[in-house]
């Protein structure tokens, strides 16, 4: 929930760092292959800024999936596990209870009881 809290925030301060600097632009000079040389262009300074915040967004989201679908798996694995646990542990108390109900001389006979005499 935190996490989730943090995330609102930082997309809120992106948006409005955004909208606060559409005006402002700034030129970018590369080299081009398919040109021959240096070529410049312009474009509002928000629009680098949110391809880069994106592009982090991806390569976070490339690196840590292998990690989630890891921990999703273990997660429904222990689920299936701790779940025959439990139908166990009801099987084992419907045994006991049943034992209890039964008279003694079902039982195959007291503990502690007479001794026969010879």
Do not use: C
Not at 28 to 57: D, N
Not at 79 to 104: C, F, G, N
């Amino acid at each position: 929930m935190i996490r989730l809290i943090l995330v609102g925030i930082l997309l809120l301060l992106s948006l409005v760092f955004f909208l606060q600097n559409q005006e402002q632009e700034v030129t970018f000079r590369y080299f081009s292959l398919f040109h021959f040389g240096m070529q410049e262009v312009s474009t509002p300074i928000y629009k680098p800024i949110l391809s880069a915040f994106a592009l982090g967004l991806l390569v976070a989201s490339i690196l840590l999936f292998p990690a989630w679908v890891r921990a999703w798996i273990d997660l429904r694995r222990k689920t299936k596990v701790l779940q025959e646990a439990e139908a166990d542990l009801d099987r084992l108390r419907q045994t006991m209870e049943k034992t209890a109900r039964q008279p003694a001389s079902q039982q195959g006979g007291e503990i502690g009881g007479e001794i026969p005499h010879e």
